[in-house]
């Protein structure tokens, strides 16, 4: 796989929105392990953007792990500071299912009803609607559907 290649003003505004994140993957000082690097991938997966702390003091080293977790991951590398790597890649498009039998849940209107007599606030009044029931004009509450009759009521009659 190969690193996501950005412009410099795409990793700028990354390196802006990295600024106030906290490290979500450490490296110890066993370096580069495949449990690292699985992380490192499901934290990407989860974020996009991460910052990464290594603990190790040898530069080459932190260079050469920030390029391998890019290419490994195909990730883009967005900023090195001292012991500090930023990785981005763009979040994978989670897939929505749609559920066809649900009803749609309450909602809630505001009616103003008006005084009679001029000059006065009109009053205001919250009202919550479930599925099944409508709003007049006149601000009553009705159902949308009639009442069901149970069928042991409806052999009754």
């Known amino acids: 796989m190969s690193q996501i290649q ?3 003003g795409e990793r700028k505004v990354h390196r802006a929105e990295a600024h106030h ?3 979500v993957v450490m490296i110890g000082n066993d370096g580069l392990t495949a449990a690292v690097i699985k992380e490192t991938d499901a934290a990407l997966n989860a974020h996009g953007l991460i910052k990464i ?3 190790g003091d040898d530069r ?3 260079e050469a792990m920030y390029t391998q977790l890019a290419e490994e991951l195909s990730a883009a590398q967005i900023q090195h500071i ?3 790597l930023v990785l981005w890649r763009p979040q994978p498009e989670k897939a929505k299912t749609v559920d066809e039998d649900r009803m749609p849940g309450p909602r809630d ?3 103003l009803k008006y005084s009679s007599r001029g000059g006065q606030r009109p009053e205001v009044k919250t009202l919550r609607v479930l599925g099944n029931q409508r709003l ?4 009553q509450i009705k159902r949308a559907k009639p009442k069901q009759k149970s069928i042991k009521k409806r052999q009754a009659d």
């Open 6 to 8: 950005l412009t410099t």
């Open 109 to 111: 209107f505001k009616v």
């Open 53 to 55: 702390r290594v603990l």
């Open 60 to 62: 080459t080293a932190r």
């Open 21 to 23: 994140l906290d490290p």
């Open 82 to 84: 001292g012991k500090l």
């Open 136 to 139: 007049t004009p006149g601000g």
